[in-house]
């Protein structure tokens, strides 16, 4: 079970990611902050695994904040919430050493998304974000090529409608793993559902080799 703290002063926003995030398996939130020095506070006496940051909190920068937080939790997972999409602040917050970036400006599953990637030690940074990186460098490769070994795997049995439990069995894996494995693939593929995994693999003629 991973433990995470929530640190924004808007108490609707606190309650909405709470709410999704507790709809998750592994995670759980253990303290809600309106303040910088509330999750300072929080995080020293704590120590929770993850932290998901809005930058702009009374009290405090939310970018010095990050340097702060790590100081009382070296080891904790940072995720920033913005309403900021633009430079310098998403490269000064990776700087400094969070480990995600999403803009409120999309969907809110896309935190449970970073939060399940940045739990496997990858960068996660919000579809939005990601879509003008590569509109800049002209265009990329196909996403699947972005998945591992194993999130391939997962990929294709999600593709076929298999679910979690089944995945793990047929894997050799927990069903943990695989809930895991499944947010970087949607992450990775900015897919929001299997049926868009589905539609993927149909295009690429893939389902045919399961026939």
Wanted: hydrophobic residues 40%; aromatic residues 4%; contains cysteine.
């Amino acid at each position: 079970m991973y433990s995470i703290v929530l640190i924004d002063d808007h108490a609707i926003v606190r309650e909405g990611f709470k709410r999704l995030i507790e709809l998750e398996s592994g995670i759980e939130v253990v303290a809600e902050c309106a303040s910088a020095e509330e999750g300072l506070e929080a995080v020293a006496r704590l120590r929770p695994d993850l932290i998901a940051l809005d930058l702009s909190m009374p009290g405090g920068s939310g970018l010095s904040m990050i340097e702060r937080l790590l100081d009382c939790a070296p080891q904790c997972q940072i995720v920033v919430l913005s309403m900021h999409d633009s430079e310098p602040y998403i490269s000064e917050a990776l700087r400094r050493g969070a480990s995600g970036y999403v803009t409120k400006g999309v969907a809110p599953e896309e935190l449970v998304a970073g939060l399940r990637t940045v739990m496997q030690g990858e960068r996660y940074l919000s579809s939005d974000l990601r879509q003008r990186e590569q509109d800049r460098m002209g265009g990329a490769p196909d996403p699947l090529q972005r998945l591992t070994a194993r999130e391939r795997d997962v990929f294709m049995l999600l593709a076929v409608g298999h679910s979690p439990k089944r995945i793990a069995s047929e894997l050799g894996i927990g069903q943990k793993t695989v809930y895991i494995h499944r947010a970087s693939v949607m992450s990775k593929l900015m897919a929001g559902s299997e049926l868009d995994l589905y539609r993927m693999a149909m295009e690429r003629g893939l389902l045919n080799s399961l026939s």
